[in-house]
């Protein structure tokens, strides 16, 4: 899969199949839509995905509380798995927000991209302020002669469903029915900072993550099971995302006790891997509770980790 950081760097002397959408998750009803794209790509044509960052509803409606199942480079992992030749990954500004319907047609999909099909949701709107849909597309198809292949409103309605409830799931502490839906286990990135090593000397020492995403959407609250990569090899552990209100703090951390690691992986950036949620955030009466609770906590993890081996 090639990847484009705008519209313009992208250069074919092939007719291209296109889908474009937030394709936020890349979840199981993303992924029905990018099979029929794979599926339909010809011999003398090439698949394209484009899709846009910041997410329009940051530009537009300069909404900061949106959160989001994928970064753009989670996003941009997900989809190369399925298959896809090109993702375009074009910067959404308001100077893009203004383009016409018709010059968003004619000066991106016609002449840019080289549309010979595009598969497009029945509830699509485009153009400047949205005002464009389904009927003035297949009208500009015509007109500039490409195919318009119509996601049924079934598909659409499952596609919306399945995202609510990826994202009610997360903050249910769901992890299980989350994977179901996005059809992989949901992830975060973050680098391992500096912490108050409080962990180490109850025996539970711990690698602090820092996101430095803010619109990435996390679980609720609670203690996971969890795995990651690191220096090629797989490790398990449990992570605590919370405020930590046993020792009276209030700014939420994420932090992660790895099973059997001995290394030193600090301002190394790590991919987590959610797997179960064990219980929500406690606060409890005192440290010696707590460590007593963390050591029930970690031998719950290790038998879901014997089973799923």
């Known amino acids: 899969m ?40 010809e011999k003398e044509t090439e698949s394209v995905v484009l899709t846009f960052f910041p997410h329009p509803r940051m530009v537009l409606k300069q909404d900061s509380t949106i959160k989001l199942l994928s970064t753009i480079d989670e996003k941009a992992e997900l989809l190369e798995k399925s298959g896809i030749d090109n993702l375009i990954i074009h910067p959404f500004d308001t100077t893009f927000s203004n383009l016409s319907a018709e010059e968003f047609v004619k000066e991106i999909l016609v002449d840019k991209l080289h549309v010979k099909k595009i598969i497009i949701g029945y509830d699509h709107r485009f153009g400047k302020n949205r005002t464009a849909d389904i009927n003035d597309l297949i009208a500009f198809g015509k007109k500039y002669n490409f195919e318009v292949e119509q996601i049924g409103v079934k598909e659409i309605d499952e596609i919306s469903i399945s995202s609510t409830k990826i994202r009610n799931a997360l903050l249910e502490g769901n992890i299980i029915l989350a994977n179901q839906y996005l059809g992989h286990s949901y992830s975060i990135v973050g680098t391992v900072v500096d912490g108050k090593k409080i962990g180490r000397t109850i025996g539970f020492p711990t690698a602090n993550i820092r996101i430095t995403e803010d619109y990435k959407l996390l679980p609720k609250n609670g203690v996971y099971i969890v795995s990651s990569e690191i220096n090629n090899k797989l490790f398990y552990g449990m992570m605590n995302i ?68």
């Open 2 to 41: 090639k990847t484009y950081n705008s519209i313009h760097n992208f250069v074919t002397n092939k007719k291209t199949l296109i889908t474009l959408g937030t394709f936020d998750g890349v979840h199981i009803g993303h992924q029905s839509i990018l099979k029929k794209l794979v599926d339909f790509k």
């Open 242 to 309: 919370g405020n930590k209100p046993t020792l009276g703090e209030n700014e939420q951390s994420i932090e992660v006790h790895f099973f059997d690691l001995n290394e030193d992986i600090y301002n190394q950036k790590l991919k987590i891997v959610f797997l179960e949620h064990i219980r929500d955030e406690k606060k409890f009466n005192s440290i010696d509770e707590l460590q007593s609770q963390l050591e029930n906590d970690k031998k719950f993890s290790l038998d879901y980790i014997k089973k799923i081996q």
